[in-house]
């Protein structure tokens, strides 16, 4: 239930509860890729004329790719969010607009915001992934692979010396 009649909050605060499904128009164009549905959990209640208050939690999870070896990840959401609904926005910039002839509230938009928010920017498989050779593409984490490594001239000498003993010994 996203749309809660405003005049039956004059009653007390109003339990929110709604999975939205991965594939609601409302989560179209979205730029990840919903695993499952949004579950949507929280309380809607008044908080002075024509200002309203939401403490929920969105939970769902979504499927992302490791932004250094392109793995796909499958990444947990759980967000805890506090919002501020108001007919007069100019209050506060952070908050959602109600309109004052509107009769009710509807959360979905905020859902959607707020969804966007707690999605990470940056995924990783795990914190010591060691991604893609960045001249071969081979999978590091495979091992390594047979591209040299770039000369750092403070080795440099060692490295010849290196060479000309192993060319000794052939
Ligand atoms: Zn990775
Ligand atoms: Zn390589």
Redesign the pocket.
Same mark, same amino acid.
């Given at each position: 239930m996203l749309r809660v009649e405003l005049r039956a909050l004059h009653d007390g605060p109003i339990e929110t509860t709604a999975d939205v499904p991965a594939d609601a128009p409302l989560l179209a164009d979205v730029d990840f890729v919903l695993a499952e549905a949004v579950h949507v959990g929280g309380r809607l209640m008044e908080s002075g004329a024509g200002r309203y208050y939401w403490h929920g939690r969105l939970t769902s999870a979504l499927t992302a790719k490791c932004r250094r070896c392109l793995a796909e990840v499958s990444v947990k959401l759980d967000a805890e969010v506090r919002t501020l609904f108001t007919e007069d926005p100019a209050e506060d910039e952070t908050a959602y607009a109600v309109a004052p002839e509107a009769g009710e509230l509807d959360l979905s938009d905020m859902v959607r915001e707020e969804l966007i928010l707690a999605v990470p920017e940056y995924v990783l498989c795990r914190e010591e992934c060691q991604g893609l =050779?960045?001249? =071969?593409?081979?999978d590091?984490n495979d091992g390594? =692979?047979? =591209?040299r490594p770039a000369p750092d001239p403070r080795w440099g000498a060692l490295e010849e010396l290196k060479q000309r003993l192993s060319h000794d010994e052939e």
């Open positions: =050779c960045a001249q =071969c593409g081979k590091l390594p =692979c047979s =591209c």
